[in-house]
Nanobody, 120 residues
Framework: QVRIVESGGGLVQPGGSLTLSCAAS????????WGWYRQSPGQERELVAG???????SYANSVKGRATISRDNAKNIMTLQMNSLKPEDTAVYFC??????????????WGQGTQVTVAS
């Protein structure tokens, strides 16, 4: 069984920074792609940043210039660092991973989410 677990959320003041981590564990061959999504009350889940299958990063316009994602393929970890946080960044942040299982089939798995609140 493969697990996706996020960590690093919390309360941050406007203008502050935080780092979210996402770790995949269990039995699988590789992580093909990663993504950070967020969802605030009454809103649809939106992509914040992610890596495609070629490990090329992409960012939502709303966080471009304020966010940096990185991945450690050996440890199966992805991180999201965000700076200059704004109240509108408040949301539950979810990690997704496209995992190639031991049967060589790919599937997208999600973590349980971590709350980020930006407020003074």
């Amino acid at each position: 069984q493969v697990r996706i677990v996020e960590s690093g959320g919390g309360l941050v003041q406007p203008g502050g920074s935080l780092t979210l981590s996402c770790a995949a564990s269990g039995s699988f061959w590789t992580i093909y792609a990663w993504g950070w999504y967020r969802q605030s009350p009454g809103q649809e889940r939106e992509l914040v940043a992610g890596f495609d299958g070629d490990s090329f990063p992409s960012y939502a316009n709303s966080v471009k210039g304020r966010a940096t994602i990185s991945r450690d393929n050996a440890k199966n970890i992805m991180t999201l660092q965000m700076n200059s946080l704004k109240p509108e960044d408040t949301a539950v942040y979810f990690c997704s991973a496209e995992v190639q299982g031991m049967n060589l089939e790919n599937r997208i798995l999600w973590g349980q989410g971590t709350q980020v609140t930006v407020a003074s």
